[in-house]
């Protein structure tokens, strides 16, 4: 498909054969993945604040808090006039040049300072680091580090200084028995303080800049250069100058938002408590800035278990399992030593760096390129937070290219919660490498494995390191978000609860794809095949296919964080922020795990990626034989793309920039749809196969035209209706679409949100305002018009779950109260559905999913519509009766007897069963 003439493309690093991408447009966060391939008019990768960049750090964080609070930014001035480096830093500067390739964050760190004069504070010092400082400043249009302060408050006739610096004189004083320096912080930012005490009139500008040799995540050097690349090691000169000749050209220069000295000052503190606070304050912010470039301090695997295992927690459950198992201590011991080294991660940076070289590859030979949007926001947040990612599980791909996205973008890979499954001969060895951690599919009735794993996660939390999961459990066969599982969360809050000093903050993130790698397994698994088990042989059987595939485009989206501290301040009422221990069960506990669960859900629907292939299987999909004309597809598409536009679902959902002609046009080239010539106009259509992985992609966006579906639904069998009627049963049916949607609004919001679709349905045409009686009768028209089409066409997707709705109040009904349990309720309901598609017409694989019906079945307990006897059974009353009697709004009278007909009897009722109104 052709790029969109105004847009850039796309690539991956080192992608010379990259394809074009399909770019968002007016996007801070999609930025390129590369600086190489064809030229393009793009913004730099990193063009927002990174995790610890200079602007949030300071602004949002202990700096602002221990040394400006309230602080207003004051205006800038006019730039300053460039004054003459020294001769010798020229000299160096230009040594070092062929050498040193800057990436300055922000893009624009001019912006951070005013008129006043600036003193920049480095972590190091050292003559590299001040000659990278004096260029970066430089070429930004910064006042010189290398030129003296308004009467050289230093006295060292520069404008820098650094918190820490080679002890130079170490070697000497240990040959001539001198005593060495014990300086705990900066003689020079002592110096500057005390200047500002002598002249009220002077007021300097502090500002932190952190700088990183071999980090700058665009370019990859040769393997050998990963040896020396930054890391929390302090380095000598030698090794330094290595760092700098292998990884120079990957240096990134980070400017933080400027520290007032005068509040410092106002506290009244003597001399020297004032230059330790502010000595600590900024090598924390360093410190931040370092941990979310390059990662925490990462001990080794068997350090990490050796913590695990001394824990009071973890010994008290070997203690317990030697008792349960009549065994030694020792024996018991072994057994959860092994499950520690089963379940902990091995990172590596070496192996990271060695897997970008390698993915990058694959990713240019697979995809026609990756989207990335919203990231500043993450960036903008993450310091001094625990990061916890949550991503949308569509495909094993999923946290390859996700921890590979992070990487490339200067944020430290997560520790990845994988499957055990996945720990195979050389695949596991790499996996493990490249943080993941194995947990087992089911850990129920094993008491120590659970205590290892929950105080694992715990050390990974109390460490700073950022983890990522899924909360969904598995991957998705359906396209839908499946039900959250609370398990991770719960050990991730009670982590936090032991130790509650670091935030924690929840990043939504949805992964969307346009071909999937798996989809013929998952074509396999939806027809009734088993699930085949992973294996090394399978993994490498399937590699030359997968290169040679064209998998389209991968947009992820990263949506709006959830801070842990905002949903205990709501929902764990009694807590007073203390730590709680291990041993205590609040009763809040369960019910913030399952708040923080739907809420993760929540929000990666409202970070969804509309592309090509969803809106073409949204068009298609709704037709009996998955055909339509090219003048009717053509006109879907439209359609489709301007609901969102006029009923926006959230700031952060993006929608393909193409026109319906070029989203036609892809769908060819990547083998999704057919065309057929024909004389009387071409024809498109879908074979049966393609047409049940369609339903996949036409699944993830479901939620956001709900709406638009509902109104048509309603429509669909009958010709007039009033907006009284439609807002009303809208609000009466909401409550199981959001429950199967995770959709983010009250029933309120969702009426407003019809009004807003009907709106857009009057200009559309596709209905009438006849009247304005009952606040208004809307009409469609008769026959079969183009706008019926196009109504028939909206509905569809949400038509199966008002069928599915409507066979489990039949089942029960059938059935009598007090007769079925929630279980077989779900089993029959199943059963119904699946006799229903053979008998009348296929449905989509989700139709007859039972964990649909049973998220049902408990929304009609949540409600009271039904309720469990003193026997577990379901009872109800005409309540139900009178719920179903919109049914046949919705349905018409012949599918309605269908389901009757299909509906099944567990056993004779003992009494008359509650009928079902027409």
């Not at 669960?597 to 969803?614: C, E, G, L, T």
Request: net charge neutral.
């Amino acid at each position: 498909m052709p790029t969109m003439p105004d847009q850039p493309t796309l690539e991956f690093p080192d992608g010379d054969n990259a394809r074009r991408a399909d770019q968002r447009p007016a996007d801070d966060a999609v930025a390129p993945l590369a600086t190489s391939g064809p030229t393009v008019d793009t913004p730099p990768a990193n063009d927002g604040p990174s995790p610890a960049s200079g602007a949030t750090p300071v602004g949002d964080g202990p700096m602002a808090a221990a040394i400006a609070p309230g602080a207003l930014p004051v205006p800038l001035a006019a730039p300053r006039r460039a004054v003459r480096r020294p001769w010798w830093a020229g000299l160096l500067g230009r040594v070092m040049r062929p050498w040193i390739g800057l990436k300055v964050e922000p893009q624009t760190p001019e912006t951070l300072v005013d008129h006043r004069p600036v003193c920049y504070v480095l972590e190091d010092y050292g003559l590299s680091n001040a000659l990278i400082l004096e260029r970066a400043c430089r070429e930004a249009g910064l006042p010189s580090p290398l030129q003296p302060l308004p009467g050289d408050p230093l006295g060292r006739k520069r404008a820098y200084v650094a918190l820490s610096r080679r002890n130079a004189g170490g070697a000497l004083a240990m040959a001539t028995g001198q005593p060495q320096s014990k300086a705990t912080h900066s003689e020079s930012l002592a110096r500057l303080l005390e200047a500002h005490r002598r002249d009220h009139a002077l007021d300097v500008q502090v500002v932190p800049v952190s700088i990183f040799v071999g980090r700058s995540p665009d370019k990859n050097n040769g393997w050998f250069a990963v040896l020396f690349s930054e890391n929390w090691t302090i380095v000598g000169r030698f090794r330094r100058l290595l760092a700098i000749l292998l990884n120079g050209r990957d240096t990134l220069v980070r400017f933080a938002e400027p520290v007032d000295v005068r509040p410092l000052l106002a506290e009244g503190l003597d001399p020297e408590r004032t230059v330790r606070k502010l000595s600590r304050v900024l090598r924390t912010h360093f410190n931040r800035v370092r941990e979310a470039i390059i990662g925490p301090d990462l001990s080794t695997r068997r350090l990490l278990v050796d913590k695990v295992l001394a824990s009071p927690a973890v010994k008290d459950a070997i203690g317990d399992q030697a008792r349960r198992d009549n065994s030694k201590p020792e024996d018991a011991w072994k057994k959860a030593h092994a499950y520690a080294y089963e379940i902990a991660a091995d990172y590596s940076h070496p192996v990271v760096r060695s897997a970008s070289y390698l993915l990058t590859t694959v990713w240019n030979r697979i995809f026609r390129g990756v989207l990335v949007h919203h990231i500043d926001t993450l960036k903008a947040a993450a310091p001094g937070h625990e990061i916890v990612y949550v991503p949308s599980h569509r495909s094993h791909m999923d946290y390859l290219l996700l921890s590979y996205l992070l990487y490339n973008r200067g944020i430290v890979p997560p520790h990845i919660v994988a499957g055990i499954n996945l720990n195979l001969p050389v695949i596991g060895t790499i996996l493990r490498k490249g943080g993941a951690f194995f947990i087992r599919r089911s850990i129920r009735g094993n008491a120590l494995y659970s205590t290892v794993l929950a105080e694992y996660v715990a050390q990974l939390v109390a460490g700073g390191y950022s983890i990522e999961y899924f909360v969904e459990g598995g991957r998705s066969r359906t396209g839908r978000l499946l039900a959250p599982k609370g398990g991770m969360v719960s050990m991730t809050l009670r982590a936090f609860l032991r130790q509650p000093t670091r935030p924690v903050l929840f990043q939504p993130i949805y992964v969307g794809y346009e071909k999937l790698m798996e989809g013929g397994s998952y074509l396999d698994e939806l027809s009734g095949k088993s699930k085949k088990k992973e294996s090394i042989w399978q993994l490498l059987w399937s590699i030359p296919q997968v290169l040679r595939s064209n998998y389209g485009q991968v947009v992820v989206n990263f949506g709006e964080p959830i801070a842990l501290a905002d949903v205990l301040a709501e929902h764990a009422t009694g807590w007073d922020g203390n730590a709680v221990a291990d041993s205590e069960r609040p009763e809040w506990l369960s019910r913030t795990v399952d708040v923080i669960a739907q809420k993760i859900n929540v929000n990666i629907n409202r970070a969804a990626d509309v592309n090509p292939i969803n809106l073409l299987a949204l068009a298609l999909l709704s037709t009996p034989k998955h055909a339509m004309g090219e003048a009717d597809l053509l006109a879907q598409i439209t359609l489709s793309k301007q609901l969102l536009v006029d009923v926006p679902y959230s700031d952060r959902v993006t929608v393909t920039p193409h026109t319906p002609q070029e989203i036609v046009a892809h769908g060819e080239e990547i083998g999704v749809l057919e065309r057929v010539a024909h004389p009387l106009g071409d024809v498109f259509r879908v074979d049966d196969e393609k047409s049940v992985l369609l339903t996949y992609f036409r699944n993830n966006v479901l939620h956001l035209f709900t709406a638009s579906a509902w109104i048509a639904c309603c429509f669909l069998h009958n010709r007039r209706m009033s907006r009284h009627t439609l807002l009303r049963l809208g609000r009466t049916m909401y409550p199981f679409l959001q429950a199967e949607l995770y959709l983010p609004w009250d029933e309120d919001t969702f009426a407003e949100r019809i009004a807003l679709t009907l709106e857009t349905f009057e200009r559309e045409a596709l209905l009438e305002r006849v009247s304005d009686e009952d606040d208004g009768i809307y009409a469609r028209n008769a026959g079969q018009s183009d706008e019926v089409f196009r109504l028939r066409a909206l509905s569809h997707p949400l038509q199966q779950a008002f069928e599915r709705y409507y066979i489990a109040i039949s089942v029960l009904a059938k059935n009598g109260p007090g007769t079925l349990g929630a279980g077989e309720l779900e089993s029959l309901c199943q059963l119904a559905a699946q006799r229903l598609s053979l008998l009348y017409a296929p449905a989509a694989p989700e139709f007859f999913d039972k964990s649909l019906f049973r998220g049902f079945i408990q929304k009609l307990r949540e409600l009271g519509l039904v309720k469990l006897d003193g026997n577990s059974k379901l009872v109800f009353d005409d309540r139900l009766a009178t719920w179903a009697k919109d049914a046949k709004v919705i349905l018409g009278r012949e599918l309605r007897h269908s389901i009757e007909k299909v509906s099944p009897e567990a056993v004779k009722p003992a009494e008359p069963a509650v009928a079902i109104a027409e």
